[in-house]
């Protein structure tokens, strides 16, 4: 699949310096910093309903990810501060994938606690040193089961009886 290469402002509002603010700013804010990554969809999920995206840092901003993805329109399942709610998440995903599964997606998506984001790789250049750093970490469980949970449920396919013929999906 294709890399893409997205940049946008992001600022804090003043008054909650909690939250980010992409595309149109608000008038209140304290600063605003231009940010670059790349991205690319690793795999397509459950239907279409999510997907593994890969994403490059070219700078390192506070939820910096998390602001793009939904700035974009593919907020981080389970991130309920940038787009990505429960309910929004159990909707897409429903309606992308026979009604049968649609329980087992109801389970997987009341048991989210925390935004699906993992980073596998992490790596800058030492401040001081000039150094080229990089860190590894595999998943954590709840990330591996949800990942494992969703591919299972793109690549079944179920059999049903449509009148005297069997149809596929």
């Given at each position: 699949m294709d890399v893409k290469k997205f940049s946008m402002f992001?600022?804090?509002e003043m008054e909650h310096e909690s939250l980010r603010y992409i595309?149109?700013?608000?008038?209140?804010?304290?600063?605003?910093?231009?940010?670059?990554?790349?991205?690319?969809?690793?795999?397509?999920?459950?239907?279409?309903?999510?997907?593994?995206?890969?994403?490059?840092?070219?700078?390192?901003?506070?939820?910096?990810?998390?602001?793009?993805?939904?700035?974009?329109?593919?907020?981080?399942?389970?991130?309920?501060?940038?787009?990505?709610?429960?309910?929004?998440?159990?909707?897409?995903?429903?309606?992308?994938?026979?009604?049968?599964?649609?329980?087992?997606?109801?389970?997987?998506?009341?048991?989210?606690?925390?935004?699906?984001?993992?980073?596998l790789t992490l790596g800058f250049r030492h401040p001081n040193s000039g150094e080229n750093l990089s860190f590894s970490k595999i998943p954590p469980p709840d990330f591996s089961e949800i990942l494992d949970r969703l591919r299972n449920i793109s690549a079944e396919k179920t059999t049903y009886v449509v009148g005297n013929f069997h149809q596929n999906t």
């Open positions: 992001l600022g804090y595309g149109e700013i608000p008038r209140k804010v304290s600063f605003l910093k231009l940010s670059f990554q790349r991205y690319k969809v690793i795999e397509v999920l459950a239907g279409g309903g999510c997907a593994l995206v890969e994403w490059r840092l070219e700078t390192g901003r506070t939820h910096q990810i998390r602001a793009h993805a939904k700035y974009l329109g593919i907020p981080l399942l389970g991130d309920d501060v940038y787009g990505g709610t429960k309910s929004m998440a159990l909707s897409l995903l429903q309606s992308r994938n026979p009604s049968i599964y649609h329980a087992q997606l109801l389970q997987l998506i009341d048991r989210l606690e925390r935004p699906c984001l993992h980073a």
